[in-house]
């Protein structure tokens, strides 16, 4: 009798145990910060050659331009069509901007011709087409602010 009640006793701790370990759990799911994905689709693209480079930023500094700066980056490496998709995961909830550039000859930068001008697409968050110099991240930054936020961005080409 004595060792089915220590046994009992043992069940009931353990059961308290993973009680308390559950409610911590949930607790500390409930404390977790939001998070979201952002989906970018982009087009149109003038030619299936070389790769797009997508770059997120979450702050202004640095951006557009300052690989240093980027959050995370996504490279699309084959090019099916006229238009890609890209997905930023787990991402919290916040503001953030995007900087991006079909590199048709994957030289891993923007080639320019006379005056600076770009010679391959490039685009913006927001849609934002700067006319001498690249956007702020003002201008450019959208809000993250659900489970999923998808965005239509315009490739540009001069």
């Given at each position: 009798a004595d060792l089915?009640?220590?046994?009992?006793?043992?069940?009931?701790?353990?059961?308290?145990?993973?009680?308390?370990?559950?409610?911590?759990a949930g607790l500390a799911s409930a404390q977790?910060?939001?998070?979201?994905?952002?989906?970018v689709n982009i087009g149109p693209l003038r030619s299936t050659q070389g790769q797009v480079l997508v770059?997120?930023?979450?702050?202004?500094?640095?951006?557009?331009?300052?690989?240093?700066?980027?959050l995370q980056?996504?490279?699309?490496?084959?090019?099916?069509?006229?238009?890609v998709t890209v997905r930023f995961e787990n991402l919290p909830f916040g503001e953030y901007a995007i900087a991006m550039m079909h590199d048709?000859?994957?030289?891993?930068?923007?080639d320019r011709g006379f005056l600076g001008v770009p010679k391959e697409g490039y685009g913006f968050s927001?849609?934002?087409k700067p006319k001498l110099s690249a956007p702020s991240f003002e201008k450019t930054k959208f809000l993250l602010n659900e489970k999923e936020v998808e965005l239509d961005l315009e490739m540009v080409y001069r």
């Open positions: 089915a009640v220590l046994r009992l006793g043992r069940e009931v701790s353990m059961a308290n145990l993973l009680s308390a370990a559950l409610v911590a977790a910060p939001d998070s979201g994905t952002i989906v770059s997120l930023y979450n702050h202004p500094d640095g951006f557009p331009r300052d690989r240093d700066a980027i980056r996504r490279i699309v490496d084959t090019i099916d069509g006229d238009h048709e000859n994957r030289s891993g930068g923007m927001n849609n934002v």
